[in-house]
Nanobody, 126 residues
Framework: QVQLGESGGGLVQAGGSLRLSCAAS????????MGWFRQAPGKDREFVAA????????YYADSVKGRFFISRDIAKNTVYLQMNSLKPEDTAVYYC???????????????????WGQGTQVTVSS
């Protein structure tokens, strides 16, 4: 199995940027599809971004398209979420997750992700 740990969250003003990191241990991420989800207070967890294991496809929620970008550093075994032009409605706990890249990629469906990090808080002030 793989263990995931998010970092990089914090307090930022609207219009600012943050880069979240998801460091993996136990196994390489080279054959895992990766996703980012977020959960705001009182709301359900929602899909944010995902990347297929070989990098040939990326996916983004409509609310973050053009502002957020997912990437991977193979050498560091780490997945990133670059967040630009942040808005107060982006405030949430952000989670990274891994899904075995066997066949199809159910990129926006929580139950198909096998491994989850502990989450990191992002707060955007207005």
């Amino acid at each position: 199995q793989v263990q995931l740990g998010e970092s990089g969250g914090g307090l930022v003003q609207a219009g600012g940027s943050l880069r979240l990191s998801c460091a993996a241990s136990g196994r390489t991420l080279s054959r895992y599809n990766m996703g980012w989800f977020r959960q705001a207070p009182g709301k359900d967890r929602e899909f944010v971004a995902a990347r297929r294991w070989n990098g040939d496809s990326t996916y983004y929620a409509d609310s973050v398209k053009g502002r957020f970008f997912i990437s991977r550093d193979i050498a560091k075994n780490t997945v990133y979420l670059q967040m630009n032009s942040l808005k107060p409605e982006d405030t949430a706990v952000y989670y990274c997750a891994a899904q075995s890249g066997s066949s199809g990629f159910y990129y926006n469906t929580e139950r198909f992700y096998e491994y989850w990090g502990q989450g990191t808080q992002v707060t955007v002030s207005s």
